[in-house]
């Protein structure tokens, strides 16, 4: 049998690849959908101050997150529907479909990077904290070790806590369960994003925590924080990670930040970096960024 020459083979072959890059390139209709129905549906937090707020008025969540989602559903021409999402129900919402997005304060991990895609451009740099009794005597992530640390479930700062610093992990629903386990003596910290820890100390109903402190100077392995998607949906990945640049770029982002009370020193020297077309990618060198934390803190001790 005689085999055809490559010659002949050649042009079918470039005519099927270019089908498939087609196809692949036309595969994303995520955006298309969401314009069909007129509705965005996203994946926030609950009530998780400064990231989710009641509205007394109307019982509905906003807030920080609230807005940004909000800003992505004006972009779109459609309206914005929230879903509250915890740490053990997110991913499958969002791979399930009952979510579009997840704007709930999802820092990029490995693990996460394997199963789920992203902007690649944070809205945010954040680490955890460890809130403590005052009277523990914690006052180093190296003082949790043999002790219990509490955290949400699928939290990734449970493999540091063990791993680096000895602590025994205990995975509770969310952050609410937590505290209540560390009011009630079962953990010796509760363990989570810094800025929900300071609200907890700061905001409303502070005053039943006048018996307990961020335990620890640092934040444990801050993190970009990014907007989560499918994987596949180049065109929305696309969609979104603009919308994050233009955030950063005309202060939106530092508004909302300082109008809901999200720590907002990172954010401020990123809208910075902005003006000059300047942007983070995530996943980005921790390693450098880890040493450009500890040649920055002799300036600001100086200060």
């Known amino acids: 049998m005689r085999l055809p020459s490559l010659s002949r083979t050649a042009p079918l072959l470039a005519l099927l690849l270019t089908t498939l890059a087609c196809h692949s390139a036309q595969a994303d209709t995520t955006l298309d959908k969401i314009k069909q ?13 400064p990231f989710g707020v009641m ?63 992203f902007a690649p451009t944070p809205y945010d740099l954040i680490g955890g904290g460890a809130l403590v009794a005052k009277s523990s005597g914690i006052k180093r992530w ?39 386990a560390l009011k009630g003596g079962t953990c010796a ?40 998607m499918r994987k596949g949906e180049s065109d929305t990945q696309a969609f979104v990670d603009q919308a994050i640049q233009d955030w950063h770029r005309s202060g939106f982002l530092l508004k909302q930040a300082r109008k809901w009370g999200v720590p907002d020193q990172w954010i401020a020297s990123r809208h910075d970096l902005a003006l000059k077309g300047k942007f983070d990618r995530a996943p980005f060198d921790f390693e450098v960024y880890k040493s450009a934390q500890q040649e920055a803190a002799p300036k600001v001790a100086r200060q």
Request: hydrophobic share 35%.
């Open 142 to 180: 190296e003082d949790l070790r043999g002790k219990v640390a509490c955290v949400s479930q699928g939290s990734n700062y449970a493999k540091p806590l063990a791993e680096s610093y000895g602590a025994v992990v205990k995975g509770l629903r969310g952050i609410p369960e937590s505290l209540l």
């Open 55 to 117: 509205d007394p008025a109307t019982g509905k969540t906003g807030g920080y997150q609230f807005e940004l989602a909000a800003d992505l559903a004006r972009r779109l021409g459609v309206t914005l529907e929230t879903v509250s999402v915890t740490a053990s129900t997110r991913v499958q919402f969002l791979q399930t479909g009952k979510v579009d997005l997840l704007v709930a304060n999802i820092q990029w991990t490995r693990e996460r990077n394997d199963t789920l895609a």
């Open 37 to 49: 129905r007129g509705k965005l549906s996203v994946g926030v937090d609950g009530v998780s101050p």
């Open 189 to 228: 910290a509760s363990v989570h994003v810094y800025p929900v820890l300071y609200n907890t100390l700061h905001g409303d109903g502070s005053e039943q925590w006048k018996d307990f402190a961020l335990g620890t100077q640092d934040q444990l392995i801050p993190s970009p924080t990014v907007v989560w």
